[in-house]
């Protein structure tokens, strides 16, 4: 009985003694690292307890939490102004939960999340008034997901699609106003399908493309501000493919040409403003080949030479 009374004793005189010596409350300056832990002065134990730090004029610079040598729990950041600067979330040592950042007035900035010492989760960007800039989405550090951009007014400026850190879907852009301005399409992080613009102070189209994996592919088609065509043609593997035709304010074709492979190939037509012939060309290869005829204003040929 009494050796077991001794042995108690002794525990309690052991344990006094290392909560006299392990501090639980010390100046970040007078911690030391070793191998990724922190320690306090004199201590064999990687250390467990709050940490601060302060300015020369005594105001606050930091104050956070280590559990056995490593940042766990809330870290809080000051400026000398004595406003707070950022806070930041920790899991025996990794990133997790919320960090918070602030502006040197003290206005919340951004707001990022982690998830075992990645990006995961929403991260929100704030404007001065406190209106929301961006929204984006992480995964295990991928981008994810719909991101969003807000102008000032709080407008939408753009949406995005992400899906495993890869740009995917219709990725659409407005003006300040909230007019649409353009609708892009991708796959896989490449362009691809069509995508449309239009002019920014109306709702008519400006031009169309298309794409196949980050290649112009298939027919884009131009516009001017009254909606009228100006401009049509083809690509095949981002090279210009097949009828290139241009046509006046009135719609009347003014020129057409025939491409093969991004080459000059067939016939090249120009009309004039009341749709009379003024040239025919032929090419091949990107090459004159055979007849080029001009006609005069009277709709008579005029001279072919070889």
Not at 256 to 281: C, F, H, M, V
Request: aromatic share 14%; proline share 2%.
């Amino acid at each position: 009985m009494k050796r077991s009374i001794l042995l108690l004793a002794l525990f309690l005189l052991i344990s006094h003694t290392w909560a006299v010596c392990q501090p639980d409350r010390i100046m970040f300056q007078k911690l030391t690292e070793k191998k990724g832990l922190v320690y306090a002065p004199g201590q064999k134990k990687p250390y467990t307890g709050t940490v601060f730090a302060n300015y020369k004029n005594r105001g606050r610079r930091l104050r956070g939490e280590y559990k056995e040598g490593l940042p766990h729990g809330i870290w809080t950041y000051w400026n000398e102004e004595g406003r707070k600067e950022r806070t930041e979330s920790y899991k025996k040592g990794k990133k997790e939960g919320n960090w918070t950042y602030f502006d040197e007035d003290g206005i919340k900035e951004r707001i990022e999340s982690y998830l075992n010492d990645e990006p995961s989760g929403k991260v929100t960007t704030f404007y001065g008034n406190g209106k929301r800039e961006r929204v984006e989405f992480y995964l295990k550090g991928n981008r994810e997901g719909n991101w969003t951009n807000w102008y000032e007014n709080g407008k939408k400026e753009k949406e995005e699609f992400y899906r495993k850190d890869k740009k995917i879907g219709k990725w659409t852009y407005y003006n300040e106003k909230g007019r649409r301005e353009s609708v892009v399409s991708y796959k896989e992080d490449r362009k691809d399908g069509k995508s449309t613009y239009w002019y920014p102070n109306s709702n008519k189209k400006e031009r169309e493309e298309n794409w196949r994996q980050d290649l112009e592919n298939g027919l884009w088609i131009w516009w001017d501000e009254r909606g009228k065509k100006v401009e049509e043609g083809s690509y095949r593997n981002g090279q210009k493919h097949g009828m290139w035709a241009r046509y006046n304010s009135r719609g009347r074709k003014m020129e057409e040409n025939q491409w093969k492979d991004g080459e000059l190939s067939g016939k090249s037509i120009q009309w004039d403003q009341t749709g009379n012939k003024l040239i025919l060309k032929s090419f091949k290869a990107d090459e004159k080949d055979g007849l080029w005829t001009w006609w005069a204003k009277s709709g008579r040929n005029c001279e072919t030479p070889k």
